[in-house]
C-alpha cells in the first residue's frame, strides 16, 4: 500500500476512535446513575476486554510483554483516574480535560528527542485554549474532581507514547500489545474493587455487583468490547502509522464529539462557548496536518516514525 494513503487510513482510524471513544463519558454516566461503583465497573469493563484479547495473544517474547504491560499501567491509571472523575464531574468537563493530553505529549516528545516543531506546538497551544475555554469560561465553574480528571492527559498521554515505541519496535505485535494492556488494567481494577471493599465494609463487592438485579450489561459489553476491547486493537495498529503527537492532537477532538453525546444521551447543553472552544480544537488538528515546504521532517512522512522513535 502506498505509504501516504496508508498513513491518512490509520489518522482516519484514529478519529473513528475518537469518535467511538467519546461515546464512553455519557454512557459511563448513565451507568454511574444505576449505584454500579466505579471500581466494579472498571473491573467488569476490563475483564471483559481481557477475556476477548487475551486469545490473541502470543508469551514467547520477555521485552515485549514487559513493555505491553507498562503500558498497561498507564492506561490502568487513565481509566482509573476517569471512574473516579466522573463520578461527580459532567461528561463535557471529563472529556475536555482530558483532551490537554496534547500538551503532555508533545512536551514529552520534545524533552525526549530536543527536537522543537513549531507546527505541532501551536497545534498543542490552538487545542489547549480551545479545551480551556471550554473548561473554564462554560457555565461549570472548575471543582475538586477536576484534579482526578487532570490524571487523564497524564496518564493516558504517557501511554500513547509507550505505544509508539513498543508499535514501532514490534510492528506486527499489535494483539500481543492490547491483550496484556487491558490485562493490567482489568487486575488492577480488580485490585482495586477488592481494596475497596476490605477498607469499606459498606461498599459493594464486586459480586454484589455480579448478582445487582439491575446490573447494565448492554452498556457493559458496548464498553467492555467495542470501546475497549476493539478501539485499543485498531488503536494499536493504527500507532504503527501515527506518531504519538500527532494522535494526540487528533485524539484532542473528543471532546466535541463527547458534547454531542452529552448532549443527546444526558441532557447537557452546549452554550456558544462551547462551540468556539470546539472550533479551536478543530483549528488545532487543521494546524498540524498542515505540510509547509522544505525538506520533511521525521513528523512529515507519513509512516509514523515520529523523532522519538529515532534515538
Not at 17 to 32: E, G, H, M, Q
Not at 124 to 135: D, F, I, K, Q
Not at 181 to 187: C, E, I, P
Not at 289 to 308: I, M, N, Q, V, Y
Amino acid at each position: 500500500m502506498n505509504p501516504a494513503l496508508r498513513s491518512n487510513l490509520a489518522r482516519a482510524s484514529v478519529l473513528a476512535l475518537t469518535i467511538v471513544w467519546a461515546t464512553n463519558f455519557p454512557v459511563i454516566k448513565a451507568i454511574f446513575d444505576t449505584g454500579l461503583t466505579a471500581p466494579n465497573y472498571a473491573a467488569l469493563r476490563f475483564t471483559l476486554a481481557a477475556a476477548a484479547l487475551l486469545p490473541l495473544a502470543r508469551w514467547d517474547n520477555r521485552e515485549l510483554l514487559w513493555g505491553s504491560a507498562q503500558c498497561g499501567a498507564c492506561v490502568a491509571m487513565g481509566y482509573m483516574t476517569q471512574a473516579i472523575a466522573l463520578t461527580t464531574a459532567s461528561a463535557n468537563k471529563g472529556a475536555f480535560i482530558c483532551a490537554s493530553q496534547v500538551i503532555f505529549v508533545a512536551l514529552v516528545n520534545a524533552i525526549g528527542t530536543r527536537t522543537f516543531v513549531p507546527r505541532t506546538w501551536a497545534a498543542a497551544v490552538l487545542a489547549l485554549a480551545g479545551v480551556g475555554l471550554l473548561e473554564l469560561a462554560g457555565p461549570v465553574r472548575p471543582e475538586l474532581s477536576d484534579l482526578w480528571c487532570l490524571g487523564m492527559p497524564v496518564f493516558f498521554g504517557a501511554g500513547y507514547i509507550r505505544l509508539e515505541e513498543l508499535m514501532s519496535k514490534y510492528p506486527t505485535d499489535a494483539r500481543t500489545v492490547s491483550a496484556l494492556k487491558v490485562a493490567v488494567v482489568g487486575l488492577t481494577a480488580i485490585g482495586w474493587s477488592a481494596g475497596r471493599a476490605l477498607t469499606d465494609p459498606a461498599a459493594p463487592t464486586l459480586l454484589d455487583a455480579l448478582t445487582a438485579p439491575h446490573l447494565p450489561w448492554v452498556s457493559l459489553l458496548y464498553t467492555g468490547l467495542v470501546t475497549t476491547a476493539g478501539a485499543i486493537l485498531v488503536e494499536s495498529y493504527a500507532f504503527k502509522y501515527v506518531p504519538a503527537t500527532d494522535a494526540a492532537i487528533i485524539l484532542a477532538t473528543e471532546p466535541l464529539w463527547a458534547a454531542l453525546f452529552a448532549a443527546h444521551m444526558l441532557g447537557e447543553t452546549l452554550s456558544p462557548t462551547d462551540i468556539a472552544g470546539g472550533t479551536l480544537v478543530i483549528s488545532a488538528c487543521v494546524v498540524n496536518e498542515l505540510r509547509f515546504g522544505g525538506p520533511a521532517g521525521k513528523h512529515d512522512k507519513g509512516t509514523g516514525e515520529s523523532a522519538l522513535n529515532s534515538k
